[in-house]
């Protein structure tokens, strides 16, 4: 007896099924390469985690205080609500897809690049949290997921990887352009797959030396990155709200909340390190001196960050031909792929790669990158053969200060090896967390489930480890 | 044989519309406007002459075929007639409900520019929390929150039109809980509709509060209804005309404005170089040795303690216009603190009305004009309102009515609210360096007109350095990152009214809502964030068709029955567009969308429809003006809820008895028992049943992602039920009475999306179900302990106390499993505002204390508090009762009256004092400790301060802890969020009202027919808080988010004088 037709539904927005499947995809990559960049204090703080950066006034982030900006929280919200569940989406349309329209070669391919970066998605989770939930994820007819264990999940995105490997047909198309990262290349696909494969074995070597061994094993036969061309590097655009996230906080903001942090300026600057010329501002006349980390370090009376991070068109990167390089060092070292007498060479084309990736050539002798980094790697601080005690130590400083932009690999480097030694921040007086705590809301809308992780977790403490992270 | 005659009143003007009636049968008629009739009837019968208001008379048929007669006015009866639903006039001893009535004079002598700020403390049970912002929203609860997520303000009906009270915030769709403003994140109070209403042009105000007494208005009427009737003209020949002017002044109350230490200056700490590690250095003068600069950078005021004698550059030693350029100044607090910044607002309210009335119709016109300035430099309001009402009997049986309201508010410069750079309060009460003078900022801009800020980040030296870089030039922003925003508002009705039968009148009413607005906002270049330039504009109509059958019948003698049956139509639409200036103005000052640097990214549309009709129908019996029941029904199908569980029907039923009419004492002028059951269903928003997708600004490819919120395809309407009971009296003459009521309300099936774990992939889950159940007591009295001829002394007092509890939210649809809380607000400092079962609604939540026997446990080695960590409740945003004393002393024509009005209890978080402490910018931060050492000194030298707890092992705490920089214990950097949550009681001295009407002897002998004036007070004096540095009723908006202030605004006494002629 009522006349209200559609007038329900509303008319601004798309309806159900109604947006092409690739959109979704699309929203979801950018969604999970600005996580990953961010340097919000709201988002992401790795690269607070890791030391390489300071705060100049406003210090909590650098001493630890994950309750004021609850990035937790956000971090959590963004990969599951806007990475996660648009992955999931997309999956859903596809497999609705019309195969008389599409080859099912195609459909599959596009399948596994979402289960890839699904796996992607993930690992960092579990690295970030140890348990998530997992298995009850991503299901809104179950408000209540509860986590699973974090070392379960990475057995189950292992296989996970391993199938999605498996259904991608070379030479088909994927996504085309809406593939924000390799244009629909599903051979590039594999190669990161393979990449990742590797990092998740390195991750897990001491927690189960075999399966890491079988994985790094079959990660290399199966192909992973081999040079820069491969790094799966998302291009941001030069205007708002496209622009890299670190472009918004640094320029954008017109604040001055970053510098680079003493820990790393120090030990960049013991080594000579040629990078710094890219890393750092030369504002200081006389030697690059790092912010405090932790104490509140006057922005004029220290060394800034380098252009690189100023420019909004800088891509954001997920892996990196470098790191693969470091991971295939780590690899021999802990005898998963190759025997240790094979580190030196990795970890040579490593800081190479990393020299190339950073373009640290001298531009006024007109040296290449690459040259640069043969002399560097000449400095008995630098080679292998003498650098440290340790070949953790040896590569993990030299990791860690590749991935200067990457807070989140550089934090879990530390993690795992315990290197370059850290600053204790003075405020907190805290060591560096060994993993987030949970969001700030998950007591109040999951309470049960939260309080079961976070006791598996032994605690929801930033000292709990993941499951890798073992003493 | 045919009688005829005159009725005229006790001044022996013609009555008209009086009820003749044949005693004994249904022959009846009334009286015509000269306030003649005519009626057969035989020798020997009675003619029964009633009239609401005036005693009934009953005069015995004789010989003579004339009867006139003067009725007199029924004082006990005079004042209880009330509009109810529908713009039914009952007798108010008939009503099984509360209500309360309020007449114009309450809220236009005393005006506020929201007329509703005038209720406070006059009705019981009526929450209202006014907002200290320049024409910002009231938030008006009656009898507690009901529902869990929705709305939870009252109807607003004014003269049978409907208008909406949806909040003014920025946010595009019915759902305006979830606008950032109201969450703290920056933005605007525009204040809510109601506020177009025109306090001059109210008659009187009549409060329904129970669902007993809007039932017939339908699911909007779940949280109450103020009714509102306008003035009219009357129907009495010639022309009136009233002149009104008024002028109101309006002060900062210091009592809610920071104090700031005066012994220290600029910085976080020591961390610096310089005396101490508190200052910059620079060489400035050229002479090759560093010189002192204030550490600009910080935006604190744990620095260098005060010096005189020690020089130092400070911001304004480096604008070349400034008389200090390149000059070091005495190290000293600022000459003038914040406060400098408030001028007197002045508000200026001038009316002028024409009534006009004839044999056939009445009309009234009035116009009013409002020109308002707040306390903030460059803050302006203006209201010009036009309002109609006129009736004109175009037979003897139909009467046509037009009522019209134009309404035009223009407001430029709206005072910033919540955590953001156009709040200058966010400075001044959380970041910000005691040794700025203000008045040389003040100066800084106006000679400048540039953005000289005291904090900036660069070499001091250079233009390029100067710029800002957390806070700007206050007056910069005031001046020159102004919103503006214009309201068009028309609403009114159109109506017929046929007198079909003597006993059935039928009613056709068309009403109409709508209005636009254009809200603009302006980020100026050269500011801390990104030059901007925003427009949002939205179009809000709606449309109500009312067809009314009332009627009404004499059963017997003793028996009447009357009621109404009718149906409803509304439509209602709200279309809005935002757009956004993206990378910068490429022009300074040029605020246009073209202007902006980059391509515009997409505007944001939102196009919101809902329709629904009601069917209701109601009868009344009423016995011998003793007993009256009176039952009611509506049935809604909405348009917004899913397609197979529209309709819906819910009833209700009331009874009064007048038992003072069964005892005959003189002692007893009045007493009545009330009781009444009744349910309201309740709809829902639209485009909550079927899901979309959300369309983030593309990139090089489109962009679509799955929105937060997950619809519910299956959900029925909500249902709140509730019965109370009342006891009405009054005795001796009416010189004291009181009425009490007890009510308990449950609301049921509620329909909203609840906060779940982002890890379904969701932010929200459209449920239906929990139930908030509301209980209270509501207590009103009068007394007047004198009365004589000439003098009266009277009291009014009203006491209030709702509890409200969270019964059930909703279960996991996969496990059956009970959710227990949700999160309503996630708020800046870690608090969050939630419904937690068991709890009151609206429960705070953040870190804790940990407690040790009721005693906080303080760590021995710090000497700081231990926190607990895990969110937790720690407040309730709920007074516990509020109550309202009025004392009205009138001699003759001098009347005096004041309001007392006062809230206990309730819980509010300060963002202000959660960062304030640790900037030291508040006296509690500097001084001295217990030992008479500056707090501020280190521990080791006897500074520091000695935290009342005890030690883990229960011992009582002995370690001082440190006040020296801003990781200090009281601050955000260490405090519990406990620590920050402020009793939010209040005593205020709300009202004071001193008015004269001037004698009619000396008004004889001018052109007028009468004059008076009034001098008024409002918000004079905060008798006694709890709440430091800020006005505990302060929020960021009306809505359900309460109990949180982030830069709040200091309240206003205002002062002012009113002025009425009327000829």
Redesign the interface.
Known sequence: ????GD??????????G???P???F???T?QLSDQMTSTSVNRNIFRLFAQHWTE??YT?ET?Y?L??H?QP?TH??EL???V???F??SRRLINLTDTQLTPPAVIDNQLAIISILEVFTYHVLVDSYGN??FS??????????KYDDDEDIYMAIIDDLDNAMSMITVGEPSFG??D?IYGGDVSAWIKFANSLKLRLAVRIAKVNPSKAATMATEAVAGGVFTSNADNASFQY??????TNPVWVDLV?S???DFIPANTNVDIMNALEDPRRRIYYDQNLEGDYVGGIYG??????DYTHLGSIFHQPETPGILIDYPEVEFLLAEAAELNLVGTPADAEAHYNNAIIGSFVFWDAGDPETETPPSAIALDYLSKPEVAYATAATTWQEKIAVQKWIHLFNRGFEAWTTYRLYGFPEMNVPE?SGEPVPRRYTY???????????YSAASEAMGGDTKASRIFWDVE | KTITGTVSDQDGLPLPGVNIVVQGTTNGTQTDFDGNYAISASEGQSLVFSYIGYKNETRAIGASTTINLQMSEDAQALDEVVVTALGIKREKKALGYATTNVGGDEVNTAKETNFVNSLSGKVAGLDIKKSNTLGGSSNIILRGYTSITGNNQPLFVIDGTPVSNISNASSASFDTTTSDQTQGRGGYDFGNAAMDINPEDIESINVLKGAAASNLYGYRAANGVIIITTKTGKRKKGLGFTVNSGVTLSNYDKDTFPKYQTEYGAG??A??SGPGGYF?EQDIDGDGLDDLTT?F???ASFGAAFDPSLLVYQWDAFYPESPNYLQATPWAPGKNDFSHIFNTGVTLNNSISVSAGSDTGSFRLGYTNLDQTGIYPNSKLTRNSVDFNGSQDISEKLTVGVKATFTKTDGSGRNGTGYDGRNVAQSYRQWYQTNVDMAAQEKAYYDTGRNVSWNF???PLTQDGR????LNNPYFVLFESYESDTRNRIFGNVNLTYKAKDWLTITGRTSLDTYSELQEGRIATGS???PEYSRFNRTFTELNYDLLFNYNFDLSEKLTLDGVVGSTARQQRIESIRAVT??GLAVPKLYALGNSV??L?PPT???G???D?GFFGNASFGYNNLLYLDISGRYD?S??LP?EN??FFYPAVSTSFVFSNLINADWLSFAKVRANYAEVGNSTN??R?????????N??????????Q?SNADFVNELTKSYEVGLETSFANKRFGFDLAYYSTQSTNQIYP??????????T?VVNSGQVDNKGIEASAFVSPIRTEDFEWAINGTWAKNESEVISLFT????G?E?????MA?LQ??I?I?ATVGQPYGSI?G?NFTYIDGKKVIDPTTGRYVVD???QPIGDINPDWKGGITNRLTYKDLSFSFLIDVQKGGDVFSLDTWYGYATGIYDITAGTNELGNPKRDPVSEGGGILLEGVNPDGTPNTTRTSMGNY?NALG??RAPNALHVYDASYVKLREVTLSYQLPKKLVDNLPFNSISMSVVGRNLWIIDKNMPYSDPEAGLSSGNIQGYQSGAHPSQKEYGFNLKFQF
Not at chain 2, 467 to 470: G, L, M, Q, Y
Not at chain 2, 689 to 697: I, K, M
Not at chain 2, 756 to 761: E, I, K, L, P
């Open positions: 007896c009522s006349d209200f007038m329900n539904i509303d008319p601004k927005e798309a309806k159900i109604e947006a092409p690739e959109t979704l699309a929203a979801a950018k100049t006034t909590d001493n205080n309750i004021t609850d929280g959590w919200n599951y609500r806007d996660l569940r648009d999931d989406e998530v939930p009850e994820a991503i299901d809104i007819n179950n408000v209540l997921p352009s809406s924000l655009l030069s205007a708002d709200p496209n954008q017109g604040r001055q104490s509140n370090s006057p922005y004029r405020i969001p700030l809301d998950e007591p109040s809308v999951n309470g049960a489930n | 976080y700490g961390y610096y910059f550490v950078t910080e935006d980040g660069g070499d710029k800002p870089i957390f801390v964030d990104v993206s990378g980059n391509l990214n549309e939102y196009l429809k809902l329709k009709y199908i348009s917004t397609e529209n309709g639209p485009y049943v079927y899901d979309s997708y959300a369309n983030p600004t990139f090089t490819v489109p962009f679509f992602s799955v929105s937060n997950k609840v906060a779940v774990s982002r890890a379904t992939g969701y932010h889950l996991n649809p996969a496990t499993e959710v227990t809380n949700l999160q996630s400092g870690g969050s939630n939540w870190s960590g895990t969110p990781a955000y950097v």
